[in-house]
């Protein structure tokens, strides 16, 4: 398998506080790695640290994250523009947000496309196979964001990482906001998109109902630090955290998702 992201050392600091440090991580094609933890735990620190962008948020990075040979920790802005949509691609947890409003979302996904390279004669291809892959209309294209459901717009914005051929996907709590349905139809896809498209997925969550649905490896993380790594049967059937044990023995009768 082929190596996606490689982090090593990431640390993201806001003053003298440690939000979150991962000593290791490695990401490889086909492979869901999932990070846990409750609120605060540091894991969307981590993310946002993965992505290059924890100084936009007033943090200082340090450490080292690399994407297909890239070091995206102090990489200029027009470098984390080149790697965001063809390497990775952030699907955030409420995703009518990160979508402009004032613009339809064909012309949101054309402009996405033209802005790697993509003529306009073959964004429209790509855009509307990519919204078969996510069970969506070729119509939602003339739609603003206000115009479609939660479940819509996250479907929209992983087909939008499809029609881009981003090699790994990077979700923030991709289910948080959708009803049990919905999020049943996210946790297929995105299990599809590794299995039959190669593609790497790293995703938070505090769920681990749904971790054990759709994650090779977890990472469980508490006040920025990892307090266990591994496997996904080994985490979450034999840990060795007290702090994941707790978090098992918080959902009831964990045993029959083994």
């Known amino acids: 398998m082929t190596e996606l992201v490689v982090v090593n050392g990431l640390t993201v600091r806001y003053g003298t506080v440690i939000a979150s440090h991962l000593s290791s991580l490695v990401i490889h094609s086909g492979e869901c790695v999932a990070i846990v933890g409750e609120s605060g735990s540091g894991k969307t620190s981590a993310l946002m640290g993965i992505l290059g962008l924890g100084e936009v948020s007033g943090a200082e990075?340090?450490?080292?994250?690399?994407?297909?040979?890239?070091?995206?920790?102090?990489?200029s802005e027009r470098k984390l523009a080149s790697i965001h949509g063809a390497e990775l691609t952030l699907v955030s947890q409420s995703p009518q947000a990160a979508l402009n409003p004032t613009m339809r979302l064909g012309r949101f996904a054309q402009l996405a496309l033209a802005r790697h390279g993509i003529t306009r004669a073959s964004a429209r291809a790509r855009i509307e196979a990519a919204l078969a892959d996510v069970v969506l209309p070729p119509s939602i294209l003339r739609r603003y964001p206000h115009e479609i459901s939660g479940?819509?717009?996250?479907?929209?914005?992983?087909?939008?990482?499809?029609?881009?051929?981003?090699?790994?996907?990077?979700?923030?709590?991709p289910t948080s906001a959708l009803d049990v349905t919905v999020q049943a139809e996210i946790i297929r896809l995105l299990r599809r998109l590794r299995e039959d498209g190669g593609k790497g997925i790293?995703?938070?969550?505090?769920?681990?109902?749904?971790?054990?649905?759709?994650?090779?490896?977890?990472?469980?993380?508490?006040?920025?630090a990892?307090?266990?790594?591994?496997?996904?049967?080994?985490?979450?059937?034999?840990?060795?955290?007290?702090?994941?044990?707790?978090?098992l023995a918080a959902i009831p009768e964990w045993n029959t998702h083994e």
């Open 61 to 75: 990075v340090s450490g080292s994250v690399r994407v297909g040979g890239v070091e995206l920790i102090g990489a």
């Open 202 to 224: 790293l995703f938070v969550s505090h769920d681990l109902a749904l971790v054990a649905a759709t994650a090779d490896r977890i990472i469980v993380m508490k006040d920025g």
């Open 226 to 247: 990892v307090v266990e790594d591994g496997l996904r049967d080994q985490v979450l059937f034999h840990p060795q955290s007290d702090y994941t044990k707790e978090l």
């Open 151 to 173: 479940g819509q717009a996250q479907r929209f914005c992983i087909g939008l990482a499809v029609a881009l051929e981003t090699k790994c996907i990077i979700a923030d709590e």
